[in-house]
C-alpha cells in the first residue's frame, strides 16, 4: 500500500479520485479507499489535494514536515513581475574570486527538490565540482579533444591546458570556478532541475552559464567520463553543466533576441 488513508477525517469528496491517473483510489461507502493496483507512482496528487489532510504518503512518512498549506487561489509571484525577471536574465562569465559556500549551494538545491520529472522518477543526481574542476576539465578535454578540428573553441582550450598561446580566460570556464553537473536517465529531468536551480541564483545574487562542449565529453565517451564520478549511477548521463559564481559585472538593460516562430493548428 502508498497511501495512508485517514478514514474518520475523509469525507469522500472524490477529488482525490478526480486527481488521480493511474485508478489507484476509488470512493467505497463514501469514503476514499486505495485500491493498491501497483500503479501508484507517489506522485502525491491526491495529497496535495485533499481539502481535510486525510492522505499521506509512506514513501514520505519522515518528510512530514516538507507539507504546507497554501491558497491555491493565490500566486506568490505576479506575472509581470516575473516577466521582468526573466527579461533581466543574462549569462555570466564574469565572476569575483568569492566562491558559492555549502550552505548557498544546499539553499539553491531546494529548487532542484521540488522540480518535476517524469514518471516522478525524481532521478536526478548532482554533483558539484570545487577542488576537483580542474582534473574534471583536463579529463574533458582529453575525450572531446577529437572534435578540436571542427570546433575552435576546443583548439583553444587545449592551447590553455598546454599554456600555449595569449589566452586571458580558460576557454570554457571563463572566470568561473565552481561548477554544477546534472546526471539523469532523462535529459528533461535533469535540464528542468538545473534551470529552477539557475533561477533561483539570480535572486540570491548568483549567476553563471551553461557549457554546452562541457557536456561533449559525456556524448562522446559516456563510460569513460563516469568513472570520474564512481557515485552516480552509469546509467545516468550528464545532461547539463552548469558554471556558477557571483557576477563581478551589472548589466543595464535587454538584448533583443531573434523573433520565435509560433504555429498554431
Request: aromatic letters at 12%.
Amino acid at each position: 500500500m502508498n497511501l495512508k488513508i485517514n478514514t474518520k477525517t475523509c469525507t469522500g469528496c472524490k477529488l482525490c479520485k478526480t486527481v488521480c491517473i493511474r485508478d489507484n483510489i476509488q470512493i467505497i461507502d463514501k469514503k476514499s479507499v486505495e485500491i493498491d493496483n501497483g500503479k501508484c507512482f507517489d506522485c502525491g496528487h491526491c495529497l496535495a489535494i485533499c481539502p481535510t489532510g486525510s492522505i499521506s504518503l509512506n514513501v514520505y512518512e519522515n518528510q512530514k514536515d516538507r507539507i504546507e498549506e497554501y491558497n491555491p487561489r493565490e500566486i506568490s509571484i505576479n506575472s509581470e513581475d516575473f516577466m521582468e525577471f526573466l527579461k533581466h536574465r543574462r549569462s555570466i562569465r564574469w565572476f569575483k574570486k568569492k566562491k558559492v559556500d555549502k550552505e548557498t549551494f544546499d539553499k539553491l538545491f531546494e529548487a532542484a527538490y521540488y522540480s518535476p520529472s517524469a514518471q516522478n522518477a525524481q532521478d536526478v543526481e548532482f554533483v558539484v565540482l570545487d577542488n576537483n574542476l580542474n582534473d574534471f576539465m583536463e579529463l574533458v578535454y582529453d575525450i572531446i579533444k577529437l572534435e578540436k578540428k571542427e570546433f575552435f573553441r576546443i583548439k583553444q582550450f587545449g592551447e590553455y591546458l598546454r599554456g600555449e598561446g595569449n589566452h586571458k580566460n580558460h576557454p570554457l570556464l571563463w572566470e568561473g570556478q565552481q561548477m554544477i553537473l546534472s546526471f539523469s536517465k532523462s535529459q528533461t529531468n535533469a535540464v528542468i532541475a538545473n534551470t529552477r536551480i539557475e533561477l533561483l541564483a539570480y535572486t540570491m545574487g548568483l549567476g553563471g552559464f551553461y557549457s554546452l562542449f562541457t557536456l561533449k565529453a559525456d556524448e562522446l565517451d559516456h563510460d569513460r567520463l563516469m568513472k570520474f564520478f564512481p557515485e552516480i549511477d552509469k546509467d545516468k548521463h550528464m545532461y547539463s553543466a552548469f558554471i556558477i559564481g557571483y557576477p563581478r559585472v551589472k548589466y543595464r538593460r535587454t538584448v533583443p533576441h531573434k523573433k520565435i516562430d509560433i504555429h498554431y493548428k
